[in-house]
């Protein structure tokens, strides 16, 4: 998919970002949209399955038609399936005349079943028959009606493990998931989060006539440090708040660091002197220092020299994750040290660690305690 192609459809559908997981979701769903298959939509709590699901009716050949929307969480079980498939008068309790379920209002549509997750058991048989047979009775009722309606689900919840647990029935569960839409969480694509507060923060600050100097680099910077469990939802509410509680003002890593309480790798242990008159660049590459400290190595062993660091870094990952170390040349690697300098050390414990961990970033970063971000940043500077 093009650049432009990708933008566009970006702009059509309001799902944004660069990152490949964003083109291969629009990709799927170009793909998707045009058929009458349901769909099941998978993804953490505020990762924008709603959206998606919109997106797939607005492209299909029923666009011109109802897209009817049925939180099936939020309606309590006795209810829901006079909601989804109406009742006639006299039902029950309550029913003083015919209604129509949300079926038949998307005849011809789409109705999107949200939290699908939390529909009781009677339900799932009745929607399963709907989805074989395209007939529902409505409650109370001994007739047949013919619907025409395209189901898209959604749940963030693991339906294969309530299937296991018979929480979920498994032939509704199939059904569904013949095409399966996954959106991933926003840790997992987190380049997109400056496109994201750029598109949230304008669209918030033109709807409100706010004037809005924007977030410093170093915000958007400690934005991507976190993780964002609530998502796309938690990322757009976050900045709102900031632009209300900044107004005028650029937003500052310090409010960053302080709403989100984040703690940046860059932070000193209590337990080591504070640098003065340090460059980022100085105090970074003072990181793999702290970093073999705080790993608890022999002290004894840091007094031989930086080199000797290196080698204890990699015996103690060796007893951390079992991994067995043999230098090239097969020597030992006492008779192998030589002195370096700290970029050299820095380059080699970077590299030594990538091979150790198959090349994998986020194994490497993790083992030398620094974020993955400040990992690809030492990769490109040292060319590894």
């Not at 964003?22 to 998707?32: A, R």
């Not at 989060?193 to 598109?199: A, E």
């Not at 002197?273 to 990181?287: F, G, H, I, S």
């Amino acid at each position: 998919m093009s650049g432009t192609s990708l933008e566009s459809l970006q702009k059509k559908i309001g799902f944004y970002g660069n990152s490949p997981e964003v083109e291969d979701l629009m990709h799927t769903i170009t793909m998707v949209a045009p058929t009458d298959l349901s769909v099941l939509i998978i993804g953490e709590s505020g990762t924008g399955k709603e959206l998606v699901a919109t997106a797939i009716h607005n492209l299909s050949k029923r666009k011109d038609k109802p897209l009817i929307t049925v939180n099936c969480g939020a309606i309590p079980e006795g209810i829901l399936e006079s909601e989804l498939f109406g009742h006639e008068k006299g039902s029950f309790t309550g029913a003083i005349g015919q209604k129509k379920g949300y079926f038949e209002v998307a005849d011809k549509g789409t109705i999107f079943l949200d939290e699908i997750g939390e529909m009781a058991l009677n339900t799932q048989v009745k929607l399963l028959r709907v989805l074989e047979t395209a007939e529902f009775m409505r409650v109370g009722g001994t007739t047949t009606h013919k619907v025409d309606v395209r189901v898209v689900a959604a749940t963030n919840k693991d339906l294969e493990k309530a299937v296991e647990t018979g929480e979920f029935r498994r032939d509704l569960y199939f059904r569904l998931k013949a095409i399966t839409v996954r959106i991933p969480p926003l840790r997992k694509r987190k380049q997109d989060i400056p496109i994201l507060v750029k598109k949230f923060s304008h669209d918030y600050a033109l709807k409100n006539d706010i004037d809005f100097k924007g977030f410093a680099p170093e915000a958007i910077d400690l934005m991507m440090e976190y993780n964002w469990p609530g998502n796309v939802r938690e990322l757009r509410n976050f900045v709102e708040t900031a632009i209300i509680l900044n107004k005028g003002e650029i937003i500052r890593p310090e409010y960053i660091r302080n709403t989100l309480n984040i703690h940046r790798e860059e932070s000193i242990s209590e337990n080591l002197p504070v640098p003065l008159n340090k460059t980022p660049d100085q105090a970074e590459r003072e990181l793999i220092y702290r970093t073999l400290i705080s790993l608890k190595l022999d002290m004894g062993e840091i007094k031989r020299s930086l080199s000797a660091l290196l080698e204890n870094n990699i015996a103690f990952q060796k007893r951390q994750y079992g991994e067995v170390y043999t230098s090239p040349e097969g020597q030992s690697p006492e008779k192998e040290v030589q002195p370096m300098t700290l970029s050299d050390m820095e380059r080699k414990l970077i590299k030594e660690t990538l091979q150790r961990f198959g090349g994998s970033r986020r194994k490497t970063a993790r083992a030398l305690q620094i974020s993955e971000r400040t990992l690809y940043r030492k990769i490109n500077e040292y060319g590894l």
